[in-house]
């Protein structure tokens, strides 16, 4: 299939835009990192942190409050902005509403507000996906570029790990955008939509994609921009990759995780791994025989060649999340579950471990100081620690772990890949939350909200994304087209407003 999509190689020889006065996100000096290594190893969980985690717990559902939750344990929820809600593609399972093209895009001081409010809930180190509709294509097309690297930009500086959500056409044919947003804005993580469901796509008509194989050029690209823009700035910088789920092609799920394991550079890149079934929200096209989480379940293993332990962890409702982490062999390029099934030990000492400790953050951050504040809490649980030990010496000599694995773990050349899936709900189950006991905890255990002002109070609330998906985006996006100092800001021209112009000329 023949392709219109820049190659990095290509793309490096586009002219990078200068920003001269910009404010830069200038990377700690060594010594500062190594300080902030050692500080992580003292205080590897932050007092405030625990704060949130111990009134998360408490808010949960008590059939939620299990051994293996990870709400509450180890982190209260990933959050998400209210940003620019255009998009240029013209998606078969798109869940924002109809009009999403025509709100203007929010005020950079809002961003912020929403940024800030994220932070009180969330807490240090906690995720925040920057997303809307395609904030980067927005941005861009509105000639707003400043305003994003500074939203990526004020929420790193927030003590967030900003995640930019976006299908990514924007930055494979601008990538000193990306560049700026990494330079300045100090943006390491990227989550990158790409399934068949998409229409728009330059040189992937959706109408000539008859499989997700024929999708792998394009991933193939984002890889190779990944490792162009290491290379070129010298920073951290990983992908997500985000797949919606359907009858069109479920079949073809094992394929996209074949490919992602074929070669160990590309899951060095992409760090997750994430599949969506179809839910009947916004403007969906739903299909006529709906995927089941069971389905995709099944056929994520497939790909995987592994039995995968799907409830070895619960992330919020379980209805809702199913998470395995895979180590990859950078040497081999063999892979492995890092949660052995059926193992009653290592579950216990999992279970013990996000008792104990669960307030641990492990999120990449500036100074890579993950290790070292597990090194931390190993340090000041010694009986955790034996067990630990003990543990992974049994996995070893049983053959549980490969011993292989065993030499590339010492050899720093092992990288884990976090394969999962997350089950959106319908608008109309949302719509009978109240009287739906299953329904009504799902939400109430939603472990990705945002922090949406409440209008009657003024005041900002976590909502979890489905309850925006059913009912408060069109809130949100009503109350945006009345505001005339927003409108009044450049913004992306419609397909309408493009006409009306012409006519005019």
């Known amino acids: 299939m023949s392709s219109s999509v820049p190659s990095p190689a290509l793309a ?4 990078a835009r200068e920003a001269p006065g910009a404010p830069v996100f200038t990377p700690s000096r060594p010594s500062s990192k190594w300080r902030a290594r050692w500080d992580a190893f003292r205080r590897p969980i932050q007092g405030e942190k625990n704060d949130l985690l111990k009134r998360r717990w408490e808010s949960l559902p008590p059939e939620l409050k299990l051994p293996n939750q990870i709400s509450g344990r180890h982190l209260t929820h990933c959050g998400f902005t209210l940003g620019a809600s255009y998009c240029s593609f013209h998606c078969t399972h798109c869940y924002l509403p109809k009009n999403a093209n025509e709100v203007p895009i929010p005020s950079l001081a ?3 507000e929403q940024i800030d409010a994220n932070r009180r809930f969330q807490g240090p180190g906690g995720g925040l996906q920057i997303t809307g509709g395609d904030v980067a294509d927005a941005y861009w097309r509105s000639g707003r570029q400043d305003e994003l690297v500074e939203i990526i930009q004020h929420a790193t500086r927030a003590g967030l790990v900003p995640m930019l959500m976006t299908h990514g056409q924007t930055l494979i044919e601008h990538p000193e955008f990306l560049e700026r947003l990494m330079i300045e804005g100090g943006l390491k993580q990227v989550a990158v939509h790409i399934d068949m469901t998409q229409a728009g796509r330059a040189g992937f008509p959706i109408g000539r994609v008859k499989s997700e194989a024929d999708l792998h050029p394009l991933r193939e690209s984002f890889t190779q921009l990944a490792l162009m823009m290491r290379e070129k700035t010298g920073q951290t910088l990983e992908f997500a990759h985000n797949a919606t789920v359907t009858e069109r092609n479920i079949d073809h799920i094992p394929e996209i995780v074949r490919w ?3 070669k160990p550079e590309r899951s060095h890149v992409w760090r997750m791994l994430s599949f969506q079934p179809e839910a009947d929200t916004g403007r969906t096209l739903f299909s006529k025989n709906p995927v089941t989480p ?5 056929k994520l293993c497939e790909g995987a060649g592994h039995p995968l332990e799907k409830d070895a962890t619960v ?4 209805d809702c999340n199913s998470w395995a982490p895979l180590l990859i062999s950078r040497s081999t390029g063999r892979s492995h579950p890092l949660v ?9 000492v999992l279970h013990d471990f996000l008792a104990r400790v669960g307030g641990l953050s492990l999120v990449t951050d500036e100074h890579r100081t993950a290790p070292w504040r597990l090194l931390g809490v190993l340090a000041q649980n010694p009986g955790l620690a034996l067990r630990v030990g003990w543990h992974a010496l049994r996995l070893i000599a049983t053959g ?4 292989p694995f065993v030499r590339d773990l010492w050899r720093g050349e092992v990288h884990v890949l976090n394969v999962g899936m997350h089950n959106f709900m319908d608008a109309a189950m949302v719509a009978r939350a109240d009287a739906d006991p299953v329904i009504k905890a799902r939400l109430d255990a939603c472990v990705f909200k945002g922090a949406v002002r409440n209008e009657a109070t ?24 009345e505001d005339p100092k927003l409108r009044a800001e450049p913004q992306v021209r419609t397909a309408r407003e493009r006409a009306a112009e012409s006519l005019k000329n």
Do not use: T
């Open 294 to 298: 069971e389905r995709v379940w099944q």
């Open 340 to 348: 052995p099934r059926d193992d009653s030990g290592f579950r216990g």
């Open 458 to 481: 003024g005041e900002f609330e976590e909502v979890p994304m489905c309850s925006m998906n059913q009912q408060r985006w069109g809130e949100v996006y009503a109350r945006r087209l």
């Open 12 to 15: 490096a020889n586009l002219v």
């Open 110 to 112: 809002q961003m912020k």
């Open 260 to 262: 992602m394991l074929e």
């Open 315 to 318: 992330f919020g409702h379980p």
């Open 400 to 403: 549980a772990i490969p011993r």
